[in-house]
Structure formats: C-alpha cells, structure tokens
C-alpha cells in the first residue's frame, strides 16, 4: 500500500501551496493569476491551487475558469500538482456527510479537468461528543472509499491531509490507509499538523512512505509547543521514503507572503540539493 514506486530513488519538485496566499486571495490584493505567474517568477515547479481560491466556491466553476488557470500554468511552465476542498466525514449527520461525499465527487471532476492529479480530503473538524472514535473512524472510512471511487472513474488521486482536527496521530491515518488499500487513495502528509506526540519527525517517517503529496509548513510542533521545523530532517525523510512526486511548501501568519514564500523556497532548495 505503500505510494513510493519500488526500485526508483527519491525525486523532489517543488510546488506552492497557494494558502500561503491566503490574506491577498481573500482579499483581493491579488488575483489566482497574479499568484501563480508570481510563482513562476521565482521559479517553483508546480502549484497547488486550493479550490477555496476559484471564484464561486463551493459550486464548482465554469469551464472557461478552469481552462484558463491551465492554461496559464501550462504557459508558464508550471504543472498543478495538486487542489484541495473542505469537508467533514466526522458529523453525526449521515445526510451532511453524504452531502460532502457529493461536494468532493463535483471536485474530483474540477480536478480532471484541471490536470491535478490529486485532490485533497479532511477526516472531520472535531471528534464529536459520545460517539465512540471507532464508530467516527467507520464513518470517515465509508465517506472516504465513495471519494476514492470517484476519483478512480475519473483518474484523480483522493488524498488525505492530517490536519490536526478530529483525527490527531500518524496512528489514525495509517488506519485509515490499512483500511482503503486502493492504489487511488493516499496521505497528503501536513508536516505542521503532528502535534500530539514527542517527537513529530517519527511520525512524520511513519507517515511518509504512504504520501502522495505533502505541506511543508515552516514549524513543527513537539508535545504542542511549536519549533521551526529542521528541513534537513524532512529532507533526510523524503528521500530515505524515496518519495517521488511534487512537495508543496506553505507558508503561514503574518508578514508578506510574497517575502515569506520566496525565503522559504529557497531554504527548502537547499535542504533538498
């Protein structure tokens, strides 16, 4: 079940994850186009735009939308390495469920259009009270091999982010990979989102050999508390795990995302030279 091909060694490109460009998206301080020819200025190989960022969302867009950002990506030199939705398998409610299985389907097709070959999941925002954790990890199972389905019929990855929300350690994940075993179903592996344990590069390990993609975040967090993350240590994992494959950074908080990015994809450029 492993995402890693035998035989192959690691081979690294870099992608933007495009919530680093949160403040001026939402804003509309700049435009999705602005972003990502910036992100070809500086020289990232692929950006991963976050489907929050087309214009209509939730409603999947228009057609003429989606060619365009191809378009231009394509143009620039860029790949897409990847887009994402919110969602919540985790509610109690099977109907907001179901709901969400529908709103990930309509993107699995937003994302076949667009060429990313993955599109990013969530478990659930919060483990809800009185329910049993197996019976919300039966849940977002369920939830989950209907996406995967999806995105099989039509040629996308389903990935799934840990995100520190209702679900906590690499533990849980594993699981829940354990339990999907098809080759279209894989971990987005949010670095910056391990927060629970001692040592958050173990998990990190653990997690790796099973990633499609990942979130290099600037920090990590240790028992909770927060330190910059050691990128020779993410390095070291990447390519002991011989992950192949696009490897989004995202940078967050404050200060100008275009300074932060640039910095931080050149501290990532040469952790992985």
């Known amino acids: 079940m492993a995402s890693v091909v035998p035989g192959f060694p690691s081979r690294l490109k870099t992608s933007c994850n495009l919530y680093s460009f949160n403040g001026p998206l939402t804003s509309g301080a700049m435009t999705l186009e602005q972003v990502i020819e910036y992100c070809a200025e ?36 860029l790949g897409i390495s990847g887009t ?20 990930v ?43 995967v389905a999806a995105g099989e019929a039509r040629g996308v990855m389903i990935v799934l982010q840990n995100h520190n929300d209702a679900l906590k350690v690499a533990a849980d994940y594993l699981e829940i990979r354990t339990r999907i075993p098809s080759p279209w179903f894989g971990l987005n592996v949010d670095i910056g989102s391990l927060r629970t344990t001692g040592d958050p590069y173990a998990e990190i390990a653990t997690l790796a050999p099973h990633a499609c993609t990942w979130q290099i975040k600037e920090l990590v967090y240790r028992n909770g508390k927060e330190e910059r993350v050691d990128l020779a240590q993410v390095a070291r994992i990447l390519k002991e795990a011989r992950y192949r494959g696009y490897v989004p950074i995202e940078t967050l908080g404050p200060g100008d995302p275009k300074v932060k990015v640039r910095r931080y994809l050149d501290e990532f450029r040469a952790a992985i030279a």
């Open 42 to 77: 500086i020289g990232f190989d692929a950006v991963d735009p976050t489907g929050y960022y087309f214009k209509g969302y939730p409603t999947a867009p228009p057609d003429e939308l989606i060619y365009r950002i191809k378009h231009l990506a394509f143009s620039l030199g």
């Open 105 to 147: 389907g309509r993107w699995v097709d937003v994302a076949a259009r667009l060429g990313a070959p993955v599109l990013r999941v969530f478990d659930g925002r919060v483990m809800p009270e009185g329910v049993p954790k197996a019976t919300v990890m039966d849940w977002i199972v369920d939830a989950l091999q209907r996406c």
């Open 84 to 103: 994402g939705v919110r969602n919540d398998f985790a509610v109690p409610d099977a109907a907001k469920r179901d709901a969400d299985v529908a709103h």
